[in-house]
């Protein structure tokens, strides 16, 4: 399957508002690892058996379709991982936190985002046929399935950033004369952590 | 030459390089970490044998987990003591600089940076913490990260972003003597939801702003995520300047004068402009608290608890109604009617200074309800040293209040050993009441410390003029 492209099954979450401290409540975010959160995806929801993660009719699901204002609030990076370990590979929903949209594509969860009736025609067809499959298109900006379409939002940047899934790390490093030259250029008078020469530290003194 | 927004100004002053009309590569010039998402990205920058390239931009607090009472409870939590050494262990291993718990100058990331004066106009900021925004005050532009970004950050100093839209929020005229920063950030989250400032950084503007003190354009500020904006800033005037001058010559070296000019140029161009304007009554703003389970979810105390039937929108019925089942409300309910379990004074919007001085006016005198638990938790040692020195702790203890020692998160983040139990139901200053936030199945009212102390007097949730 080609990145630009790609297709699921979808889990519809009918709920707004939906915070990162409910995708993965704060006491669970103890591992210090990417992996293994799988468990703890709505840790506090989960408990309740007719909550729709515990519906085996959306068992395969790999598509999580949630609505307004997903994953805003923390910043915890927990949420993506959790959601990525579950199995979902794409997120859609009306609007996201911003920070979460950034850190879903950094782990390669693709999220996209729809109008409002396109999130209400998505969560009706998986009501009533769990098992459509959904096709998610960043070239043709559409979201379908076999009876139906809505509109995929998707700014260009952030879909070529998906796409092209590079490691911003060893990118950014290739341009380290530019930083180290806006270094050497950088104000003096700026607040340093560490005593270095002509620059002002802490005012209390930390441990090293 | 073009009016430029502070925003654009800043954005100018430190993008190292276009990056193809995708993202721009901007430079940080202070990096604030905590125990809780940070241990994944040391771990890679050991793998791939990267060094941190300024530990001398960079400083670690402990603040999320760790206990308010005494160091010991720590020592035998296994899981929350594992955080903390993961910090100090990466922290000694780069270089970093960090505020141990206890420590003179530890406290709440976002306390403890402004007091160390590590917050300058026109510069940039993160930290793995969505109220990063707090430092917006000093008019940086401050924001969270994930921990993959902290990665980023460690690693090249640099993050690459791509440009913000821009919303003005002008406030004009002047809140209501009783009315706090808080409300007004309740009153302006409620008018923008919280979906509003998705994609926003958020500039506060106008003469309500300009009348604020530091520490309430911090709780402004810190307020912003919770309309869902990525950043809120204030532009310098003189309180700006003031109490930075003040809080760097504390350190025997005055800044210099050609630096507290260029604070001064960190404003707003006259006519720029902005991609959104609100303009608000800021002598309409009363006292706030939330009744549902996100911060938009407020009234003032003239109102009542909102019923279904007031909203049209099935999406909108729908969030009410899981919000007063979730709280245990009926619609139509007074605020005056509902009894509380808790209070908690503290986080990074209301655990400064002014925030306990506010709480300790309207204790003193008085006693906190019998069936009332009230909690106070100073946002860093010095916070907790300066109240002391100004005889606070006896006005606390005298109340009933029960005056934490150790700076921290505490009960805002419910990662601590300070969690309600299910069902029970807190007035909190801090900034989330988010399901499960500070407890399974316990319930948060968030306000002002104001309304947090009046609370706790009355055992129900009251205003000081209710008292």
């Given at each position: 399957?080609?990145?630009e492209?790609?297709?699921?099954y979808?889990?519809p979450?009918t709920?707004n508002?939906?915070d990162?401290?409910?995708i993965?409540?704060?006491r669970?975010c103890?591992?210090?690892?990417?992996v293994?959160?799988?468990g703890?995806l709505?840790?506090?929801w989960?408990?309740?058996?007719?909550?729709v993660?515990?519906?085996?009719r959306?068992a395969?699901?790999d598509i999580?379709?949630a609505?307004?204002?997903f994953a805003t609030?923390?910043s915890?990076?927990?949420?993506?991982?959790?959601?990525?370990?579950y199995?979902?590979k794409a997120v859609?929903?009306?609007?996201?936190?911003?920070i979460?949209?950034k850190?879903?594509?950094i782990n390669?969860?693709?999220p996209?985002?729809?109008?409002?009736?396109?999130i209400?025609?998505?969560?009706?067809?998986l009501s009533r046929?769990?098992?459509?499959?959904i096709?998610?298109?960043l070239?043709k900006?559409a979201i379908?399935?076999?009876?139906?379409?809505?509109?995929l939002?998707?700014?260009a940047?952030?879909k070529q950033?998906?796409?092209?899934?590079l490691d911003?790390i060893?990118?950014?490093?290739?341009d380290?004369?530019s930083?180290?030259a806006?270094?050497?250029a950088?104000?003096?008078h700026?607040?340093?952590?560490?005593?270095?020469?002509?620059?002002?530290t802490?005012?209390?003194?930390?441990?090293? | 030459?073009l009016?430029k927004?502070l925003?654009?100004?800043?954005?100018a002053?430190?993008?190292?390089?276009?990056?193809g009309?995708i993202?721009?590569?901007?430079?940080?010039?202070m990096?604030?970490?905590?125990?809780?998402n940070?241990?994944?990205?040391f771990?890679?920058?050991?793998?791939?044998k990267?060094?941190?390239?300024?530990?001398?931009?960079?400083v670690?607090?402990?603040?999320h987990n760790?206990?308010?009472r005494?160091?010991?409870a720590?020592?035998?939590?296994k899981?929350?003591?594992?955080q903390?050494d993961?910090l100090r262990?990466n922290c000694?291993?780069f270089?970093?600089?960090?505020f141990?718990l206890?420590?003179?100058?530890?406290?709440?990331?976002?306390?403890?940076?402004?007091?160390q004066?590590l917050?300058l106009p026109g510069?940039?900021?993160v930290?793995?913490?969505?109220?990063?925004?707090?430092?917006?005050?000093?008019?940086a532009?401050?924001f969270?990260?994930?921990?993959s970004q902290?990665?980023h950050v460690?690693?090249t100093q640099?993050?690459r972003?791509?440009k913000?839209?821009?919303?003005r929020?002008?406030?004009?005229?002047q809140l209501?003597?009783q009315s706090?920063a808080?409300?007004l950030?309740l009153?302006?989250?409620?008018?923008?939801?919280t979906?509003?400032g998705i994609g926003y950084v958020?500039?506060y503007a106008?003469?309500a702003i300009r009348?604020l003190?530091?520490?309430?354009?911090?709780?402004l500020?810190?307020?912003?995520?919770e309309?869902?904006?990525s950043?809120g800033?204030?532009?310098?005037?003189?309180?700006?300047?003031?109490?930075?001058?003040?809080t760097i010559?504390?350190?025997?070296n005055?800044?210099?004068?050609e630096e507290?000019?260029?604070w001064?140029t960190c404003?707003?161009?006259?006519?720029?402009v902005?991609d959104?304007?609100?303009?608000l009554?800021?002598?309409a703003?009363?006292?706030?608290?939330?009744?549902?389970?996100?911060?938009?979810?407020?009234?003032?105390?003239?109102?009542?608890v909102p019923?279904i039937?007031?909203y049209e929108e099935?999406?909108q019925?729908?969030?009410?109604?899981r919000?007063?089942?979730?709280?245990n409300?009926?619609?139509?309910?007074s605020?005056?009617?509902?009894?509380?379990?808790?209070?908690?004074?503290?986080?990074c919007?209301?655990?400064?200074?002014?925030?306990?001085?506010?709480?300790?006016?309207?204790?003193?005198g008085?006693s906190?309800?019998?069936n009332?638990?009230?909690?106070?938790?100073?946002g860093?040692?010095?916070v907790r040293?300066?109240a002391?020195?100004?005889?606070?702790?006896?006005?606390?203890?005298?109340?009933?209040a029960?005056?934490r020692?150790?700076?921290g998160?505490?009960?805002?983040?419910g990662?601590n050993?300070?969690s309600?139990r299910?069902?029970q139901?807190?007035?909190?200053t801090s900034n989330?009441?988010?399901e499960g936030?500070?407890?399974?199945n316990a319930?948060?009212?968030?306000?002002s410390?104001?309304?947090?102390a009046?609370?706790a007097?009355?055992?129900r949730?009251?205003?000081?003029?209710?008292l």
């Amino acid at each position: 399957m080609s990145r630009e492209r790609i297709s699921g099954y979808g889990m519809p979450l009918t709920r707004n508002d939906v915070d990162t401290d409910q995708i993965i409540p704060a006491r669970f975010c103890y591992q210090p690892k990417r992996v293994g959160h799988s468990g703890s995806l709505f840790g506090n929801w989960r408990q309740d058996p007719s909550f729709v993660l515990n519906d085996p009719r959306y068992a395969q699901a790999d598509i999580l379709v949630a609505g307004r204002e997903f994953a805003t609030g923390s910043s915890r990076e927990y949420a993506v991982w959790a959601i990525k370990d579950y199995g979902f590979k794409a997120v859609i929903a009306h609007s996201f936190g911003d920070i979460f949209y950034k850190n879903a594509i950094i782990n390669d969860v693709l999220p996209v985002r729809t109008t409002e009736e396109g999130i209400r025609s998505l969560w009706e067809v998986l009501s009533r046929r769990p098992r459509a499959q959904i096709s998610i298109d960043l070239e043709k900006d559409a979201i379908t399935w076999d009876e139906g379409c809505v509109p995929l939002l998707m700014e260009a940047h952030y879909k070529q950033k998906y796409i092209l899934n590079l490691d911003d790390i060893a990118l950014t490093i290739q341009d380290q004369y530019s930083i180290a030259a806006y270094e050497a250029a950088r104000n003096v008078h700026l607040a340093t952590t560490l005593p270095s020469p002509g620059c002002r530290t802490l005012l209390s003194e930390p441990q090293l | 030459m073009l009016a430029k927004t502070l925003v654009e100004k800043i954005w100018a002053a430190h993008c190292i390089k276009d990056l193809g009309g995708i993202e721009d590569l901007i430079y940080i010039d202070m990096h604030l970490l905590h125990e809780i998402n940070t241990p994944q990205a040391f771990d890679r920058l050991r793998s791939a044998k990267r060094p941190v390239r300024r530990p001398d931009l960079t400083v670690a607090t402990e603040d999320h987990n760790t206990p308010t009472r005494s160091a010991v409870a720590l020592e035998e939590d296994k899981v929350r003591r594992k955080q903390v050494d993961l910090l100090r262990s990466n922290c000694a291993e780069f270089g970093i600089p960090l505020f141990r718990l206890g420590d003179p100058g530890q406290g709440i990331t976002h306390v403890i940076a402004p007091e160390q004066g590590l917050v300058l106009p026109g510069t940039t900021l993160v930290c793995c913490d969505s109220h990063t925004t707090t430092h917006g005050a000093f008019a940086a532009l401050a924001f969270g990260i994930g921990t993959s970004q902290v990665e980023h950050v460690l690693a090249t100093q640099t993050l690459r972003f791509q440009k913000f839209k821009s919303m003005r929020v002008t406030v004009n005229n002047q809140l209501p003597e009783q009315s706090s920063a808080k409300d007004l950030a309740l009153s302006i989250i409620r008018s923008l939801g919280t979906g509003g400032g998705i994609g926003y950084v958020i500039e506060y503007a106008g003469s309500a702003i300009r009348g604020l003190s530091m520490e309430a354009r911090m709780t402004l500020c810190n307020m912003s995520v919770e309309a869902g904006a990525s950043a809120g800033l204030i532009g310098v005037d003189e309180v700006t300047v003031d109490y930075l001058t003040r809080t760097i010559s504390a350190s025997g070296n005055p800044p210099a004068a050609e630096e507290v000019e260029r604070w001064r140029t960190c404003v707003s161009d006259p006519g720029a402009v902005f991609d959104k304007e609100i303009v608000l009554d800021g002598a309409a703003i009363g006292e706030s608290v939330t009744w549902g389970t996100a911060p938009y979810q407020n009234i003032h105390f003239d109102e009542s608890v909102p019923d279904i039937d007031d909203y049209e929108e099935p999406s909108q019925r729908q969030a009410v109604q899981r919000a007063l089942e979730y709280m245990n409300l009926k619609a139509g309910q007074s605020l005056r009617d509902i009894p509380i379990d808790k209070v908690f004074v503290g986080s990074c919007t209301n655990g400064r200074i002014e925030d306990l001085r506010t709480v300790a006016h309207i204790l003193k005198g008085r006693s906190v309800h019998p069936n009332v638990h009230m909690i106070i938790v100073p946002g860093s040692t010095r916070v907790r040293d300066q109240a002391i020195s100004e005889g606070m702790d006896a006005i606390f203890r005298q109340a009933g209040a029960d005056f934490r020692q150790l700076p921290g998160c505490s009960m805002c983040c419910g990662l601590n050993e300070d969690s309600m139990r299910s069902g029970q139901r807190s007035v909190s200053t801090s900034n989330r009441n988010y399901e499960g936030r500070q407890g399974v199945n316990a319930m948060t009212h968030i306000a002002s410390p104001a309304v947090a102390a009046a609370s706790a007097i009355a055992g129900r949730i009251s205003r000081v003029a209710d008292l």
